[in-house]
């Protein structure tokens, strides 16, 4: 017969392997965790603008091309992004809006990764800004993060950030309190560390019923900046699903010029 201590010992055994094994488990997939391409998937040619970089090609939509201004939009890690093409003609008259699918988003291809994200984002501004004036940009959920990136290091005019994160890896910790996140995330997405030297005007759209990311994260956001944003809460809003939202579109279209009436 097993002494108590023993069958004790053999338990925590079996727990600490099962909890490492969690843990590999999560450091291995931890990208089909974060990105959702499969519903987001078009056919090429339904698509109209192509990019090539770094062995991939990139495609989307761009919409009143012959404008001066640029807008650049980056979407959630589940969003079709064609969806905004109606909309956003109507609400951005005098700008010409670049709507990108990410890696193995839409009829992009590649595998998604943040490193991926980023060094795209940064390609098309480059192609962008050689053909239009002014570039203004707008991130959402996960594309806050890309747009913070581009933000640091290119010549952002004005930045909107839409239900916005310090750091993905944060937001993961939150959701995941037993998993050590910090240690395992690959693709941080670390905004308030990137947004620390940007200087152009910011607004960040926060949802007051946001059950995804954590109102301290995107006030460790704010308080981050290092000068002070302009900031709008749609009370009544959760994560998704405000575009409709009188609030949302006037606040985009007071904040990035756009006529009124709109």
């Given amino acids: 017969?097993?002494?108590?201590?023993?069958?004790l010992l053999g338990a925590l055994s079996l727990g600490a392997l099962g909890y490492a094994a969690v843990c590999a488990w999560t450091f291995a997939y931890q990208r089909d965790l974060v990105y959702f391409p499969q519903a987001t998937r078009v056919q090429a040619r339904d698509t109209d603008f192509v990019l090539r970089h770094d062995g991939e090609t990139l495609r989307g939509w761009v919409l009143n091309r012959d404008a001066d201004r640029a807008l650049l939009y980056f979407g959630g890690n589940a969003e079709a992004v064609e969806a905004k093409r109606?909309?956003?003609?109507?609400?951005?008259?005098?700008?010409?809006?670049?709507?990108?699918?990410?890696?193995?988003?839409?009829?992009?291809?590649?595998?998604?990764?943040?490193?991926?994200?980023?060094?795209?984002?940064?390609?098309?501004f480059d192609v962008v800004s050689s053909r239009h004036g002014p570039v203004d940009v707008i991130g959402r959920s996960l594309g806050s993060g890309v747009a913070s990136q581009l933000a640091s290091s290119r010549p952002v005019q004005r930045l909107v950030l839409v239900t916005p994160f310090?750091?993905?890896?944060?937001?993961?910790?939150?959701?995941?309190?037993?998993?050590?996140?910090?240690?395992?995330?690959?693709?941080?997405?670390d905004s308030a560390r990137?947004?620390?030297?940007?200087?152009?005007?910011v607004l960040v759209i926060r949802a007051g019923r946001d059950a995804l990311i954590p109102a301290e994260s995107t006030q460790a956001l704010v308080d981050a900046l290092p000068r002070p944003p302009r900031v709008v809460v749609l009370e009544d809003a959760g994560h998704d699903g405000f575009d409709a939202s009188p609030a949302y579109a006037g606040s985009l279209r007071d904040f990035l010029g756009a006529p009124a009436g709109n």
Wanted: glycine share 6%; no cysteine; net charge positive.
């Fill in 1 to 7: 017969m097993k002494r108590p201590w023993t069958a």
């Fill in 86 to 124: 109606e909309t956003f003609a109507r609400w951005f008259p005098e700008h010409a809006v670049y709507l990108m699918a990410y890696r193995g988003y839409g009829a992009s291809t590649g595998s998604p990764s943040e490193a991926a994200l980023v060094a795209d984002a940064r390609f098309l």
């Fill in 166 to 189: 310090d750091s993905l890896a944060a937001v993961g910790q939150h959701h995941y309190p037993w998993l050590p996140v910090q240690w395992l995330a690959r693709d941080r997405y």
């Fill in 194 to 201: 990137h947004l620390a030297s940007y200087r152009g005007d």
